[in-house]
């Protein structure tokens, strides 16, 4: 596509319930990341994607966090049994990765606002 | 840990004006430093990207400057415009061997016509 794409843009839901994010990178892009922005907070790094694997998973707030890459393209960001500290947006963005000496650059989507309630 | 900042945290000028951006980082080790603009409720729009080999970039009226070894960088914005009103993100890239941006705390920008 033209952009990275996420749905849905917006989504309420109930404490406790599991939610799915899910993000459509740049086409060809194989780098793809997901990170956090908290209200007054700056962006927090989740987890990065190359390929469908995801060497780093450390920035993963809990075990209740879990992302998945499938066919190297979209990927899904899932957290399970939802808290009102996870109210967020979730920002995916993609990239060429790297190309031998430097990183490309980064194109956002228009991120997900998880409000839980 | 690398740690990015940025000054000032909010800035109100009048339409019209030049000004600069400011952003620090404490670890000398990047290979990118790349400036977004966010506007509410949005994702990040990319506006420039500089690798750690170049000390400039230029994209119309914007121009950021990189000097790795002191840990700034400055965004200048030239004749600046209502539409230019927004926050400003600068973020590294960290020298891990993996794609990661550190975020700085942001400029929050507002235009005034």
């Known amino acids: 596509g033209a952009g990275v794409s996420q749905s849905p843009s917006n989504k309420v839901t109930e404490k406790g319930k599991d939610v799915e994010l899910r993000c459509d990178p740049i086409?060809?892009?194989?780098?793809l990341y997901w990170y956090r922005q908290s209200l007054g907070q700056g962006l927090e790094f989740l987890i990065y994607f190359q390929g469908n694997s995801a060497p780093d998973k450390s920035g993963l707030p809990s075990d209740r966090f879990s992302a998945e890459r499938t066919g190297g393209s979209v990927s899904t960001l899932t957290i399970q049994r939802t808290q009102q500290e996870d109210s967020a947006v979730y920002l995916c963005?993609?990239?060429?990765?790297?190309?031998?000496?430097?990183?490309?650059?980064?194109?956002f989507g228009q991120g997900t606002r998880l409000t839980v309630v | 840990k690398q740690e990015v900042t940025q000054i000032p945290a909010a800035l109100s000028v009048p339409e019209g004006e030049n000004l600069v951006l400011n952003c620090s980082f404490t670890?000398?080790?990047?290979?990118?430093l790349q400036w977004f603009r966010q506007d509410p409720g949005k994702g990040l729009t990319s506006l420039l990207l500089?690798?750690?080999?170049?000390r400039e970039q230029t994209s119309g009226r914007l121009n950021a400057s990189l000097d790795k070894s002191s840990g700034r960088s400055t965004l200048y914005i030239a004749a600046s415009q209502p539409g230019d009103s927004a926050t400003y993100l600068c973020a590294v890239e960290r020298d891990t061997g993996f794609q990661k941006l550190v975020f700085g705390t942001g400029t929050r920008l507002l235009v005034s016509p």
């Open positions: 670890d000398s080790a990047i290979y990118n």
């Open positions: 963005a993609s990239s060429l990765g790297w190309k031998g000496t430097f990183w490309t650059e980064a194109f």
């Open positions: 500089i690798q750690s080999s170049q």
């Open positions: 086409s060809g892009h194989t780098a």
